[in-house]
C-alpha cells in the first residue's frame, strides 16, 4: 500500500518545480517558453498544474465503483465529491457545500491538507493559489468522468481554510 | 500523522493510485517539457531528492530504527523498513563489492509501474522511476551520508529485473555515530 504522505510530499515539490521560471541546472535550456514574464509564466505553471490534476481526476473517476455512479442528480454528484471523494483523497470530508441551485457551487475545506503544512493565517497568502491548482484539476476531472463538464477554481482568505468554486454551465 | 481509518476498500484503492497516477502524470509532463530523456532523468533526480531531504523525517519520526553499524545495516533499513512503509514492498538487498559499500536493492514489484506496460516511444532511456534514487539519495545527504544512487537495470527498459544501486562515498566514521537510516 503506499502512503499517503508521499503524494503530499510529490506534490509540495511539484509545485516548487514546475513554479522555476530557469530550466533548472545542467538541462536544455529554452525549451518551457516561461521567458515571456511573471504574469504569463504564473498562467502557464497553474494551468499546468491544473492539467496534470484533471487526468488524475479523471483516472481516479474512472477506479469507482459502478453503483457510485448511479446519481440522480447534480447535486447528488457534488455530495459525492464532497463526501466520498474527499475522503478517498484527503483522509477527511469536506466541510461545507453550498449552491446557488443554478449550477454554482461552493465547496469549502476549513482545514485543506495541502495548505496546513504552509502556515496559518495571512502568512503566505500569496503562495496559496498554487497549491490548489492541481486540486482544481483533480475536481474537474473527476466530474468529467462522471460526465460534468465544470470550471473549478479556488479560493483562499485565510489559510488553511479554502473554498472551491465549481461553474456549471447550463445547455 | 494519524489517518482516520477508511470506511470503505474503495477508498483505499482510489488512495493508493493517487500517488501513483500523480507520479504517472509528472512524468508525461516532463517528456512534454523536455526532449531529452537525460533531462527528464536528471530532472526526476532532483525533485526525489527535494522529497528526500523531507522524507527522512518523516520516516525517523515514525519508525523505530535504532543505531546503524554498516552501510550494511543502512541498506537493509532502507528496503525492509522504509520501502516496507512507503510503498508497501520490500526489495532484496545484495552487496556488489568487497569494501562493503556498494549494494543493489532488487525489485520484485513496484507500485510506482502498476500502469505503466511500457515506456513511450522514443523514450528508450527514461529512468520512469528515477524520483526513487533521488529520494534516497536526498535522505542519506541528510543524516550524513554521502552516496549514488542509480538504476542499474530496470524492467521497463526489458532488463529482467529492477534494480537500484546505491554506493556509499565516505568512509564510515565509526567513533562519531549518529542516527542514520
Redesign the interface.
Known amino acids: 500500500?503506499?502512503?499517503?504522505?508521499?503524494?503530499e510530499?510529490?506534490?509540495?515539490?511539484?509545485v516548487?518545480?514546475?513554479w522555476a521560471h530557469d530550466p533548472?541546472p545542467?538541462?536544455?535550456a529554452g525549451?518551457?517558453g516561461e521567458e515571456a514574464g511573471a504574469t504569463k509564466g504564473q498562467k502557464m505553471s497553474l494551468s499546468?498544474l491544473e492539467?496534470?490534476?484533471f487526468?488524475?481526476g479523471q483516472?481516479?473517476g474512472e477506479?469507482?465503483?459502478r453503483e457510485?455512479l448511479a446519481f440522480r442528480e447534480e447535486l447528488d454528484v457534488l455530495k459525492f465529491l464532497c463526501k466520498?471523494?474527499w475522503?478517498?483523497?484527503f483522509?477527511?470530508q469536506m466541510d461545507s457545500l453550498r449552491t446557488n441551485h443554478q449550477g454554482t457551487y461552493v465547496l469549502q475545506d476549513n482545514s485543506f491538507p495541502l495548505l496546513l503544512p504552509m502556515a496559518s493565517g495571512l502568512q503566505y497568502l500569496e503562495e496559496a493559489p498554487k497549491f490548489l491548482a492541481?486540486t482544481c484539476g483533480l475536481l474537474r476531472g473527476a466530474l468529467c468522468t462522471l460526465g460534468i463538464e465544470s470550471v473549478v477554481t479556488a479560493s483562499v482568505a485565510a489559510l488553511p481554510v479554502c473554498k472551491f468554486q465549481v461553474v456549471i454551465p447550463k445547455s | 500523522?494519524s489517518?482516520?481509518a477508511?470506511?470503505?476498500p474503495?477508498?483505499?484503492?482510489?488512495?493508493?493510485?493517487?500517488?501513483?497516477?500523480?507520479?504517472g502524470?509528472?512524468v508525461?509532463?516532463l517528456c512534454k517539457?523536455?526532449?531529452?530523456d537525460e533531462?527528464v532523468n536528471?530532472?526526476l533526480d532532483?525533485?526525489g531528492y527535494?522529497?528526500g531531504t523531507?522524507?527522512v523525517e518523516?520516516f525517523l519520526a515514525r519508525s523505530c530504527v535504532g543505531r546503524c553499524h554498516s552501510y550494511s545495516e543502512i541498506t537493509d533499513i532502507i528496503a525492509q523498513v522504509a520501502f516496507k512503509?512507503?510503498?508497501?514492498i520490500t526489495p532484496s538487498v545484495t552487496c556488489n563489492n568487497s569494501s562493503k559499500n556498494e549494494f543493489s536493492l532488487i525489485l520484485d514489484k513496484n507500485?510506482l509501474v502498476e500502469f505503466v506496460e511500457e515506456l513511450p516511444a522514443g523514450r528508450s532511456s527514461l529512468c520512469y522511476c528515477n524520483?526513487l534514487c533521488g529520494i534516497i539519495r536526498g535522505a542519506l545527504e541528510m543524516v550524513h551520508l554521502a552516496a549514488d544512487v542509480t538504476f542499474l537495470q530496470d524492467r521497463l527498459k526489458g532488463d529482467s529485473v529492477t534494480e537500484i544501486g546505491i554506493t556509499f562515498l565516505k568512509k564510515q566514521d565509526e567513533k562519531k555515530y549518529r542516527r542514520k537510516k
Not at chain 1, 9 to 14: A, P
Open positions: 500500500m503506499v502512503d499517503t504522505v508521499l503524494f510530499f510529490l506534490h509540495t515539490e511539484m516548487a518545480e514546475l533548472g545542467g538541462v536544455s525549451l518551457r499546468v492539467g496534470m490534476g487526468r488524475v483516472a481516479l477506479r469507482l465503483p457510485m466520498d471523494l475522503v478517498a483523497v483522509q477527511k492541481f | 500523522m489517518r482516520p477508511q470506511r470503505r474503495e477508498y483505499h484503492k482510489i488512495n493508493k493510485d493517487l500517488f501513483v497516477l500523480t507520479y502524470a509528472l508525461a509532463q517539457d523536455y526532449e531529452k533531462d536528471q530532472y532532483k525533485m527535494g522529497i523531507r522524507l518523516d512503509m512507503y510503498l508497501g507500485p524520483l
